[in-house]
């Protein structure tokens, strides 16, 4: 973890230092390389500083959950657009909600539904399929999260979720382990239940079980 956090602000150090000690020298095109990666690895560290800070407020019990009646397919339409923009269209995200208004606590839903995304997508081979499915059970909503990507070994199913556990296949893909650690607490805090299938090279699917 402190690798994860470090990668980036050494990432932006660095590179404020070469812009400012060598900008005049630099070509255009190497400055604004430089300034491309300062501002992807800011954007991580955001991301990041943003989870542990979310995490933080849900562990010290302070949040409350604070569902509002929202259009479904919209706000999943709206998740999909970010995380396909924020992974530059790595994986093409199909989303398959259901119709109407459903009552939910949208930052909480947000931050479960971006992590699993991101999961999906990180997790598969560029140009592969992620499904986003709402599925309406009559008194039980579920949120599907497909991909066809690396999958979690067996011998890392029961420990996935806890803080900073990574599974054996990640290689040099990166992470902190926290997501899905805020995405069970998340789910906890809405009343609802998670529950994942993985088979090692072959996906994962991640479903989420609300009661609106
Ligand atoms: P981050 O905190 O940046 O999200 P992360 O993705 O490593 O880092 P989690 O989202 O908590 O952490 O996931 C924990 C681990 O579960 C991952 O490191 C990975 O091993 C495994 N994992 C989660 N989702 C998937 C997926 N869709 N496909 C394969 N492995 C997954
Ligand atoms: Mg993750």
């Not at 995200?93 to 839903?109: A, F, H, Q």
């Amino acid at each position: 973890v402190s690798h994860e956090f470090r990668t980036p602000l050494s990432v932006i150090l660095s590179g404020a230092e070469l812009l400012e000690a060598h900008a005049a020298s630099l070509s255009e095109t190497r400055r604004l390389e430089l300034l491309t990666q300062i501002k992807a690895s800011t954007n991580r560290m955001n991301e990041m500083v943003e989870q542990v800070l979310l995490l933080g407020r849900i562990e010290s019990g302070t949040m409350k959950p604070n569902p509002q009646p929202v259009d479904v397919a919209a706000f999943c339409r709206e998740i999909v657009d970010e995380v396909q923009t924020a992974t530059q269209n790595r994986c093409e995200i199909e989303l398959k909600p259901c119709d109407g208004t459903r009552s939910l606590d949208t930052t909480l839903m947000r931050s479960v539904l971006t992590n699993l995304l991101s999961n999906a997508v990180k997790y598969s081979k560029p140009g592969g399929i992620v499904i986003l499915g709402v599925q309406d059970l009559g008194d039980l909503l579920r949120f599907l999260v497909v991909d066809e990507g690396i999958g979690i070994p067996k011998a890392d199913q029961a420990t996935i979720g806890n803080p900073f556990h990574r599974a054996s296949n990640v290689g040099d893909i990166a992470g902190t382990g926290l997501g899905l650690t805020v995405v069970k607490r998340c789910v906890q805090l809405c009343g609802g239940e998670f529950s994942f299938w993985s088979e090692e090279g072959q996906g994962t699917h991640v479903s989420i079980f609300l009661r609106p």
